[in-house]
Every structure is written in structure tokens, then in C-alpha cells.
């Protein structure tokens, strides 16, 4: 009878997982090598093929993790006791250092993204990244469809087309800002002023700028300054600001 094997299946993905973690902090998201991955997990190749056939399946499964952290992140936001439009905001308020699941983030969000490393990694892991995406943005949908089903959104003439307009806007000016803050991030490391981890002022553009757009839809109650007091202080009682 073979002997029990010494650790279970998800005991393992863990342990190379957090191999990988290490190899890309001591080199990058494109230099590690599966062998180190293989040596620090303390496992042999062949164990750890099982979980991931290559280096693009490493990024993805690291990927997935960092997205996962995220949308659970998320949820906690939008079950926050705030208006509709505030949760929305709110998410633009979250510390930078709240969403972080690993120090190289960024460059694994970028990379992972990729087509060639999307159409090289396995079936499991690129599966198993759609489906969060997907999971993600059912629970903004669900959130903003809740609020306006509650009559906090007066003449909607097109449930769907508003949830898709909020959503994509929304999205398109937190991403582009965090580009734009990314191509000034090496004169602020250089001058000492890197400020990407920290949380967005009150009055910050971009700040302004999701108001404006969020109240550019007829809420029953447009977000404020009392809004964004409130938004803070619920975020700070998460540790999440």
C-alpha cells in the first residue's frame, strides 16, 4: 500500500504559490525560473506540474490571487450602509495599501493581461480568472440595479445601458489615472515623493471628477461633501482608509 502523501493537494498549490512569490520579489514577474519555484517549494517538478505547466499558469494563478483579494475588497465596500452612488465613490477611496496582495501587483496586473501569456497558460487558470472578472462585476451590477430598483435612481429609460454607462466610465477613470500616476512614478522615487500607496484626498481631480459623473445621473440624493465625510468614515472603520 503506497504511503499517504506528505502534503495535501491544496497544501502543495500553496507552498508553490508562495515559491513563486518569493522568486518574483528576488527577481521579477518575467525572470523566475520554474526550477527555483520548484527548489523553495521544496517539492519535486513532476509535483509541481501538477498545479501549474508553466510560467504564464504561475502568473495567472498569482494573478488570480491578487484579483481575488481585490473583489473581496469590493464587497466589503459595497455592503457598506451607503447610498448607491457613495459606493461607487467609495471604491475610489479605498487605501492603495488595502488593495495590495503583493509588493509587484502592478507589473503582474499588466503582465497577466497579456495575450501571449493568456493564450500559453493552461485552461484552469485562465478559467478560473474570467470567472472572477466575472464575478466582480456581477457584484457592481448587482449593487447599482439594487439601488436603482430602490427608487434611488429616478427615469431610468434603460436599466442595463445606465449600469453598463456607470460601470465603464467608472472604471475608464481610475485605470487611466493610475497609468498617468505610473509614468510619473519614477521622478517622485527619485525625488523621494512616491506617493502611489496612498490614499486619494478628499478634494483630489479625480475625486471630483467621479463625482461629477456620478451626479450627472438623476439620483435621489447626489453625492455631497457631507457624501464624502461619510464615505471616509466608514472606510476608516474597516481599515480600509
Known amino acids: 500500500m503506497a504511503p499517504a502523501p506528505k ?144 427608487g434611488e435612481l429616478q427615469n431610468v429609460p434603460n436599466l442595463s445601458e445606465v449600469i453598463e454607462e456607470i460601470l465603464i466610465s467608472g472604471w475608464a477613470i481610475t485605470v487611466g489615472f493610475e497609468q498617468v500616476q505610473r509614468v510619473k512614478q519614477t521622478q517622485e522615487i527619485v525625488e523621494g515623493t512616491d506617493s502611489l500607496l496612498e490614499p486619494l484626498p478628499l478634494n483630489h481631480p479625480i475625486i471630483r471628477s467621479t463625482v461629477r459623473l456620478l451626479n450627472s445621473y438623476p439620483w435621489k440624493k447626489p453625492i455631497d461633501d457631507d457624501s464624502l465625510i461619510t464615505i471616509e468614515n466608514e472606510l476608516k472603520k474597516l481599515t480600509l482608509r
Open 7 to 150: 502534503y495535501s493537494l491544496q497544501e502543495q498549490e500553496t507552498m508553490i504559490l508562495n515559491a513563486a512569490e518569493q522568486c518574483i520579489n528576488e527577481s521579477s514577474v518575467t525572470d523566475f525560473t520554474m526550477a527555483k519555484v520548484a527548489r523553495l517549494a521544496g517539492l519535486s517538478m513532476g509535483s509541481v506540474y501538477k498545479f501549474v505547466q508553466s510560467k504564464e499558469d504561475i502568473v495567472l494563478a498569482l494573478a488570480y490571487q491578487s484579483f481575488d483579494h481585490v473583489s473581496k475588497v469590493f464587497q466589503r465596500v459595497l455592503s457598506l450602509p451607503l447610498s448607491t452612488p457613495e459606493k461607487m465613490l467609495a471604491v475610489c477611496l479605498i487605501s492603495p495599501k488595502a488593495m495590495q496582495r503583493f509588493e509587484f501587483d502592478y507589473e503582474l496586473q499588466s503582465y497577466s493581461t497579456n495575450k501571449a501569456v493568456i493564450q500559453r497558460a493552461s485552461s484552469r487558470w485562465t478559467e478560473k480568472m474570467i470567472d472572477a472578472c466575472n464575478c466582480c462585476e456581477q457584484g457592481f451590477k448587482l449593487a447599482l440595479s439594487d439601488g436603482i430598483n430602490a
